[in-house]
């Protein structure tokens, strides 16, 4: 009795590696699951670890096994599950215990979560994990979002099981209620963004110059010994170097060209869109995704349209890296906005450097480039803005007449590269001081009288409309 650290609810994938990685790092570990017949089998998989778990099949039984006040991780599918878990352990529960969701949760479930417990003393963490299964049982990227108190009960756990970085553990308290899991939200749209620009210049050289799968693995595999070096590239280099067993051909060229997703990019774009903030890369993979899922629409169009692409100057393999460093220093900025306004619009004050620094290890977007936005977070940022860092001004100059020499490559060629057109049409209007909404104001006038500012007066002011033209 009350001998266990922490509870893990769940011993689906994440559940179980991140039970054998607590219980590796000598923590007691409670641990049980909805198909009981589960548990004595993880219980003998898990070996010599088997020492540090504590395995129930009754919930009550479970809860009691809990040092108080309690911590239970729930690992399990999101949304109604999750409420439902919670109408069942809470009545077991005491003032002072912690129910974690470590899953992929929408951040505002997590807060109307956090609120109704709160009123019954108890606490909610929503809690980010990622880095796969590899990474939930040798070391994730952990973003926690719940109250002081449920940090402390949950801190040296999850240091201790954490990724680390140069001696530093990849996990920090983000903030209250949802800033973990939407911070989590976040790091997936990156990553949708950063997937889907490899596929754009994988679809390019493979279309476009007829390079093989192998030979672009080879340039990935390149990339990731200079300023590209990311877990995404590797991973990325890797899967177009292997090669299908059953018919001899790259693994790529017998996979049907439709993406899935669970989700978590395209709330990303919904919740920045409600933020007011546009993060057009993010948005590009989203729309992507989507539109690869209309297999059917697209053969039948294809035929319809017939061959829509044309001989186009190829862009040089020096002008295709730069090109993805621009666009994905141009990602990670978007994704910063969208936690920028989310914790001005939640109060979270999320620590933007330190999340750039959990983010360098265990984690999917991992990359050099995480390193380098946390010191850049350092720097003098004017407008707060990450753009404006003087060490990515400097990469930028450097690498945006790449990344346009390559969308626009992308766009005369008729190859489809909506992530790297997105990073450009950003840049290039984040770079105008006086764009064109001068003319949106005229029109919004012209309509629907809603005035406008001047240049030379101050407050509202309507045109001196022609009606007729
Ligand atoms: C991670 C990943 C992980 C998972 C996504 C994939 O950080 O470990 O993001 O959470 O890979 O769920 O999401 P999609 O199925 O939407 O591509």
């Not at 923590?27 to 004595?40: M, P």
């Not at 949950?154 to 983000?174: K, T, Y």
């Not at 017998?254 to 948005?283: P, Y």
Request: charged content about 20%; glycine content about 10%; aromatic content about 8%.
């Amino acid at each position: 009795m009350h001998t266990a650290d922490i509870g893990v609810y769940g011993l689906g994938t994440m559940g179980s590696a991140l039970a054998l990685n607590m219980a590796e790092k000598g923590f007691n570990v409670a641990v049980t699951n909805r198909e009981t017949d589960w548990i004595a089998e993880f219980v003998k998989e898990a070996g010599s670890l088997s020492t540090n778990l504590v395995p129930n099949s009754e919930l009550t039984d479970f809860v009691a096994s809990l040092k108080t006040p309690r911590v239970v991780l729930f690992m399990i599918p999101s949304g109604k599950p999750m409420d439902d878990m919670i109408a069942q352990i809470s009545p077991l529960l005491e003032a002072g215990d912690t129910i974690i969701d470590g899953g992929n949760a929408d951040f505002n479930e997590t807060r109307r979560r956090s609120a109704e417990l709160a009123e019954r003393d108890l606490h909610f963490v929503g809690m980010g994990v990622s880095g796969g299964e590899e990474g939930a049982r040798k070391g994730p990227s952990i973003m926690v979002g719940g109250t002081p108190h449920s940090w402390q009960q949950l801190r040296p756990m999850v240091e201790a099981i954490a990724a680390q970085f140069e001696g530093s553990p990849c996990v920090d308290h983000l903030g209250t209620d949802g800033a973990g899991h939407f911070v989590k939200t976040v790091h997936n749209g990156i990553e949708y963004a950063d997937m889907q620009m490899l596929a754009e210049i994988y679809g390019l050289l493979a279309k476009g110059e007829g390079r093989s799968a192998e030979q672009i693995g080879d340039m990935f595999a390149t990339w990731n010994e200079g300023t590209l070096q990311s877990f995404l590239v590797e991973a990325s280099a890797a899967a177009l170097k292997s090669v299908d067993a059953a018919t001899g051909k790259p693994m790529v060229d017998v996979i049907l060209d439709k993406a899935g997703q669970k989700g978590t990019g395209r709330w990303t774009v919904i919740e920045a869109l409600k933020l007011g903030v546009s993060a057009s890369a993010i948005e590009g993979a989203v729309g992507a995704r989507i539109w690869s899922a209309a297999k059917d629409t697209r053969m039948t169009a294809e035929s319809t349209f017939g061959n829509t692409t044309q001989a186009i100057d190829f862009p040089s393999d020096l002008d295709l890296a730069k090109a993805m460093e621009a666009a994905r220093i141009i990602s990670h900025v978007q994704g910063f906005e969208v936690l920028r306004a989310a914790s001005d619009t939640f109060d979270w004050n999320l620590p933007m450097a330190r999340i750039a620094e959990i983010w360098r290890a265990g984690c999917i977007i991992r990359s050099k480039l995480l390193d380098d936005l946390a010191a850049a977070f350092r720097e003098e940022l004017p407008h707060d803005n990450l753009l404006l860092a003087p060490s990515l001004v400097a990469r930028l100059q450097d690498c945006v007449p790449s990344l346009r020499r390559v969308a626009a490559a992308g766009v005369l060629g008729g190859y489809a590269m909506p992530s790297f057109v997105g990073a450009i049409e950003w840049f290039d209007s984040m770079t105008h001081g006086r764009g064109t909404a001068n003319l949106i104001q005229a029109q919004r006038d012209f309509f629907g009288m809603h005035g406008f500012e001047r240049l030379d007066q101050e407050g509202k002011h309507h045109g001196d409309w022609l009606r007729e033209i």
